[in-house]
């Protein structure tokens, strides 16, 4: 159970493209989705949080008019990186709770989306 | 400001070894601290979930233990497989969401 499926897994675009990425909880509902992006050998940055039906919060630092989030239903949360440069090439996860926030339960995250900007 | 902080980058160990591994924290008073395990380009996945009244929990060859006092959470692996090799993350809760640590990379030689 608490399968998170993320697409696509793997992406190269030219720059100036605005690329989607989606997360889809497959076997529960997901109340709060969250959205990080991974450097190599760094940990996840958290960039931001989204619940179904609200505004993303996203953290000090993110352009949220960079980084798009919408969390139009429980199943499906989209993040897009607008207008996207060499600079925001990364690994971006996906992790869904089926909580508000996460009390004390685990996070389910997507396998990941490597993005390439040339 | 909150840090965690896991000992070491990397960690090799020979194969049926115990691994230990730690993750330390400053400015957190966490009521809970997860350990997960991420595979190259994967996602992290979780493995334990210890809360503070807990000393010690266990799963299978895994053990983590927590100590408020010391601010510290050890994570053990015994009789290490080549297929522990991965990257294994500590989290620690703040407000709605998780913080995690940058993770030490075991890498199990046979």
Known sequence: ?118 | SQKIEQNSEALNIQEGKTATLTCNYTNYSPAYLQWYRQDPGRGPVFLLLIRENEKEKRKERLKVTFDTTLKQSLFHITASQPADSATYLCALPRNNDMRFGAGTRLTVKP
């Open chain 1, 1 to 118: 159970g608490a399968v998170v499926s993320q697409h696509p897994s793997w992406v190269i675009c030219k720059s100036g493209t605005s690329v989607k990425i989606e997360c889809r909880s497959l076997d529960f509902q997901a109340t709060t989705m969250f959205w990080y992006r991974q450097f190599p050998k760094q940990s996840l940055m958290l960039m931001a949080t989204s619940n179904e039906g609200s505004k993303a919060t996203y953290e000090q630092g993110v352009e949220k008019d960079k980084f798009l989030i919408n969390h139009a239903s429980l199943t499906l949360s989209t993040l897009t990186v607008t207008s996207a440069h060499p600079e925001d090439s990364s690994f971006y996860i996906c992790s869904a709770s089926s909580f508000v926030g996460l009390g004390n339960q685990p996070q389910h995250f997507g396998d990941g989306t490597r993005l390439s900007i040339l």
